[in-house]
């Protein structure tokens, strides 16, 4: 159990940065992640991460929310404008999972 809280995205980074650094290149992740707020500009994150538009996303929420996948918070196999769209469609909207309500505010985007 972590004593902070950590969003997938920035464990991820981490955990890239470090197995290939610890390793002495022995290991390499895959470091392609996206993380997506409420002030994000999906034209200058294409921009700066091309990859987007190369290959099928997965998406979902980076907020710390259990069963994700059954709570019906996982995009699969989604191209980028299926992902904007998936997003739009969440962002900022209460949902309840379990006994928790809160409000999406930030995505994650990877490779499917």
């Known amino acids: 159990m972590s004593a902070k809280a950590l969003r997938e995205y920035h464990g991820k980074k981490l955990l890239a940065k470090y197995v290939e650094e610890c390793s002495d290149g022995a290991h390499i992740m895959d470091n392609r992640a996206a993380l997506v707020t409420p002030d994000t500009d999906f034209d200058m994150l294409v921009e700066s991460e ?11 929420p980076d907020q710390l929310i259990k069963r994700r996948g059954k709570a019906g918070l996982v995009g699969l196999n989604l191209d980028f404008a299926q992902v904007k769209d ?18 999406l505010d930030h995505f994650i985007i990877e490779p499917f």
């Open 86 to 103: 998936w997003i739009a469609e969440r962002m900022k909207k209460e949902i309840k999972v379990d006994q928790a309500t809160g409000e």
């Open 50 to 60: 091309p990859w987007l538009n190369e290959t099928n996303l997965v998406v979902k």
